[in-house]
Structures are given as structure tokens and as C-alpha cells.
């Protein structure tokens, strides 16, 4: 058993964390001001290989391991817990193209992505409800060698800055997942539409709808097997589970990590507030739990890269990193007393932020139901 990382990997951790330091964290709050996280911030990533870095080299990825692709959004996320998400979408959906699209179509978008020349969005959730995603409405009716998709889709990450998205459609008659086909559609194509939402947090990556009116997509751009589509995005969430709760966990040590400075720093009764066990508990409470946290989605990445299954553990990592985090994010507000309760300082952000990834990309319910299935079989959970 080895918890060590290889010289390359301290590497590529040094090189994020000074990024980090340097283009990401003194700009955190301005960019949910801005709404946006800007296409120069991306290409200077891509030039780092800060994106994809575990993608393969002839797709313009570096062909490293899941492993590396953690340290790299850990090391992103902790600085700015949006622009980390162009690294989780990266290696999500440049995975999923490089594994199932058309091999010219792969050369083309995967090289894009890894160089922060575009973004994919990943089109899945419909107005209908999130959790129940294999029985999506959004239709896609064959013409000779092309379809035309009609419908919506919600709750779309990066809706309105994306170049292209990987949208699900129903192609075949079954109502469940064995009808499903994907498309990777460019969003200026004629008949799109979007939207972007009012939400709580994260409004520099921004979530939205995307309405697809008569839009015709070829049937060469086609992601994997026609009405085979979201099994192949299933086995993806295996790995961007692992991915966001990294996420989640170094936006909270960034606040905890401040929290620490702070009661060192912070007097009261003739001393700073760290002497006192009331005011350090939650914090090591917090540390503690966040460290668990972060040995099991590192854990997670490991398996992927030794061809292992993990199905439950990405799971684990889904539902439980992102309650651990807002929690740890919590305490350092409160240690921080009035002064942590402004706006002033990031912690109310991080907080709303990493909310959303209890909602997001699967709720912990859903995340449950997972784990039970795998552990028991479909009796546990009716499909």
C-alpha cells in the first residue's frame, strides 16, 4: 500500500498550486461578479496542461493517470472552485469523446478541449426531473443520415459558454435507457437557445437551459452506439463523482486553512481565541473529516487507473465529500464571527457555491441507491 505521489505528480502539484496562488485566488469573488470565467484563463491552463492532462497524446491530451487529473482539479478548486470546473467537464466529457466518438471527431474536439480552445457541456438533465435521467423526452427523429432533435435541456453547466455539448436524445421506442442516443452538437448551431439561471451560487460557471427547436445534427456525430447512448455516459460519472468531490474538499480547506490563521491572530480575553477548545474543536472536527473525504476519492481514482470497478466508491465520494465540505466551510464562517458572515471575505461564497454539488450531478439519495445496488443487486433499488 503506497499513499505517495510520483515525482511527476508533486510536479504538476507544485505547478497548480502556484498557478493557483498567482491567476486564480485573488480573483475567486470577481469572477462571480463577471459571470464568467473567461476563455484567456482557459487557454493559459491548456498551455500548462492543466486540462485533460489523463487524456490520451494523440488526441492532444498528455496520457497520464486519473490520479494526476485529481491532483490538478484539487489543486484548481482549492484557489477557485468554479474555474475547476472546466477541468472536471474536460476530463468528463473528453474522456466520454475519446472513447466513443468518430475518430476524426475525437482528434478534433479532445485536442480543443485539452488546449482550453473549447468547452463541451454534458446535455443529460430535462426539465422532468434530474434523478430519473434515463427517461429523458428530448427527441431525436432520423432523416436519411441526419437527426433533428426537438426539446430541452435543463441545468446545464457552462450553458452559455460552451462551444459544443453532448446531448442525449430519445432515438429508439423504449421509453428507458436502451433508447438513448448522444450527439455532440455545436451550440451556434441554428435552433439553440439559452437561457442561464438565477442560482444561489457558482455564477461564474453559470447553469442553464438549452432548447433545441428542428435542430439537425449528423448522424457521423454520433457518440457511441445508436440508442446505447447513456450507458456511456453512466460509466463517465464514475470517474467525474471522484473528480467533484475533490472539488468540494479543497474549497473547504482553503476556508478551513484561514479559519486556522485567524484564531491565531484573533484575541480575546487577553489572548488569542486558539487557546480556547470551543473554538478549535470544529476546526480539527473538520480537518479530520476532510482528509477521510480526500483518501477515498484519491482511492477512487486509483481503482479507475488499475481498470477496477468503482461504482460505489465514486458514489461515496458524490454524496458524502460535498456534506463534509459545506460543513467545514460552515464552521470556518462561524469561527470567523461577524467578520466570516461578510461578504468581504470567501467563505460565504465557497459555501453557496459547493451547495450546489449536493444537488448536481446526482443527489445523495440517488448516490445511496448506488451504493445499495451495488452492494445487494437491483432488488434494492427498482429500476
Known sequence: MDFSFTPEQKLFKETVTRFGADKLAPYYQQREQDGIIGRDLCLEMGELGLIGCELPEKYG????????????????????????????????????????????????????????????????????????????????????????????????????????????????????????????????????????????????????SVFFDDVEVSAAAMIGPENKGFRVVMQGFD???????????????????????YVKEREAFGGPIARFQGVTEPLAEAETLLYAAKLLCYKTLWL?????NHTAEAAMCKWWAPRVAFDAIHSALL????????????????LRDVLGLQIGDGTQQIQKMIISREKIGAVAVPY
Open 61 to 208: 491530451g498528455m496520457g497520464l493517470d486519473s490520479v494526476t487529473a485529481g491532483i490538478v482539479v484539487e489543486g484548481v478548486a482549492n484557489a477557485d472552485f468554479n474555474v475547476s470546473y472546466i477541468q472536471l467537464i474536460g476530463s468528463l466529457m473528453g474522456s466520454l469523446i475519446a472513447q466513443h466518438a468518430q475518430e476524426e471527431i475525437a482528434h478534433r474536439v479532445v485536442s480543443d478541449i485539452c488546449a482550453g480552445r473549447s468547452i463541451v457541456a454534458l446535455g443529460l438533465t430535462e426539465p422532468r426531473g434530474g434523478s430519473d435521467a434515463a427517461h429523458l423526452i428530448l427527441k431525436g427523429t432520423r432523416s436519411g443520415d441526419h437527426f433533428v432533435l426537438n426539446g430541452e435541456k435543463t441545468s446545464i453547466s457552462l450553458a452559455d459558454q460552451a462551444d459544443e455539448i453532448v446531448v442525449f436524445a430519445r432515438t429508439g421506442d423504449s421509453d428507458g435507457a436502451g433508447g438513448v442516443s448522444a450527439f455532440l452538437v455545436p451550440l451556434n448551431a441554428p435552433g439553440i437557445s439559452t437561457t442561464r439561471f438565477a442560482d444561489l451560487g457558482s455564477g461564474a460557471v453559470g447553469r442553464g
Open 335 to 350: 469561527t470567523h464571527g461577524h467578520y466570516g458572515y461578510s461578504s468581504e471575505l470567501p467563505h460565504q461564497q465557497r
Open 304 to 308: 479507475r487507473d488499475q481498470g477496477e
Open 239 to 261: 470517474y467525474s463523482r471522484a473528480l467533484i468531490g475533490l472539488q468540494c474538499i479543497a474549497c473547504a480547506e482553503a476556508s478551513i486553512a484561514e479559519a486556522w490563521e
